[in-house]
């Protein structure tokens, strides 16, 4: 799993170090609180495409060419995003990077699933754990290194460390990936010779018809849909409240460090109590805390409620990844990962947008509010979907 974990640390990092510094490249080139939902709604948008049309490549044995790309188009949206001078150069950066994570997460969750989903939860707790300790590294490295140089000095070193990495890639041993050709050509040879996909561009939207893959992807949504927020406001947010950038930078490094060590553990308990019953014990906690955001203040407290926030979260984020893998049959993996990954970013990427304005208009206890009030509907929507499916997918193979 090693190359496939330091694959996905690299596009944490690559995330995590503009976080930090959004708001410094708003003053220093004068674009508005709603060119942020603009850069925002770009990654998200480019996500969405990946997961839809691109993930389901990963099942018919294209896991390596999606990795290898996924860490080749983020770098390039890096390198972009630190010569760009203009909104609409750091949008198509944005949408750069986004395209490649969207394109490499299915792939890899596809990988280190395969051959052993009874400890899928586990192998995704892990996998989460290697995305979020780059997203972790990513702030700290932009803060300390713009405050040291510039604000493009950070997105350069990152933007060459993936490109790297991407050579890297092309060449490296993955033995997995024999593991998932196998496993496909099994697949489809228990099917009749027919996938259970298909093979149109269009044929992963044919598992949002079954309940427990819908009801998986809002579930996935219900955590993930704050991330709009997070990513268009959160710099914005802590400046507005007069954090510094270093500090903005240190809390958003603290909030994954619980997710970073504990996720691991999260997903063996969605394996050991079963994924939708782990999502809902995270996610009543982590409504609650979202709601408080737009009622406090001071960016310590802010950053503490974050914390208390993250420990549910290294539960939820491998739980519904978990929900999903086994809503669908070993050869559906990529694409039902894809649809999710999709999902997730309709949502976020609806959340950058009208977040800055709702917080520009009515500021952020209604904000906050407004946006823990949709993570209720969509928690209770896909709970009721999901068991309208009438059960996991792998439970009805066996």
């Known amino acids: 799993m090693a190359p496939v974990l330091i694959g996905a640390a690299s596009l944490g990092m690559g995330v995590g170090v503009i976080f930090p510094l959004l708001a410094e490249f708003q003053d220093r080139y004068g674009f508005s609180d709603r060119g942020l939902g603009m850069l925002s709604a770009a990654s998200f948008g480019a996500a969405l ?101 510039d604000l493009w000095v950070p997105l350069v070193v990152i933007g060459v460390v993936q490109a790297g990495l991407a050579v890297w890639l092309v060449s490296v041993r993955l033995p997995e990936l024999t593991v998932v050709a196998d496993a496909e050509r099994g697949g489809n040879q228990a099917d009749g010779g027919n996938q259970a996909v298909g093979g149109s561009m269009f044929s992963s939207f044919r598992l949002l018809r079954r309940g427990s893959v819908s009801g998986a992807a809002l579930l996935s949504l219900t955590i993930f849909l704050p991330v709009g927020v997070y990513d268009a406001l959160w710099s914005r947010y802590l400046t507005d409240q007069g954090a510094s950038t270093l500090f903005i930078g240190i809390g958003l490094s603290l909030y994954s460090i619980p997710i970073v060590v504990l996720a691991p553990t999260g997903g063996r308990l969605a394996d050991r109590l079963g994924p939708v019953r782990a999502t809902t014990f995270a996610v009543c906690c982590i409504i609650p805390a979202t709601f408080v955001y737009g009622l406090v203040a001071a960016p310590v407290l802010i950053t503490l409620v974050g914390l208390v926030e993250s420990l549910p979260q290294s539960v939820a984020t491998p739980a519904v990844q978990t929900a999903m893998l086994r809503a669908c049959r070993p050869e559906e993996v990529a694409a039902g990962q894809g649809v999710a990954h999709a999902v997730n970013q309709v949502g976020a990427g609806t959340a950058a947008l009208l977040g800055p304005i709702i917080y520009g208009a009515a500021g952020a206890t209604v904000l906050f509010g407004t946006l823990s009030a949709a993570m209720v509907v969509l928690f209770l929507a896909g709970l009721a979907l999901h068991r309208r499916g009438g059960g996991d997918a792998i439970a009805t193979l066996s």
């Open 49 to 149: 495409v990946a997961g839809l049309f691109l993930a389901r490549l990963a099942d018919h044995g294209h896991a390596r060419l999606l990795m290898v790309g996924g860490v080749a188009l983020s770098a390039a949206g890096l390198l972009w995003f630190s010569v760009g001078t203009e909104l609409w150069q750091f949008t198509t950066a944005r949408l750069l990077e986004g395209l490649g994570y969207g394109v490499f997460l299915p792939a890899a969750r596809k990988i280190v699933t395969t051959g052993d989903q009874a400890q899928g939860g586990a192998r995704l707790g892990r996998l989460t754990s290697a995305e979020l300790a780059g997203f972790l590294a990513g702030p700290v490295i932009g803060s300390l290194l713009s405050e040291a140089f």
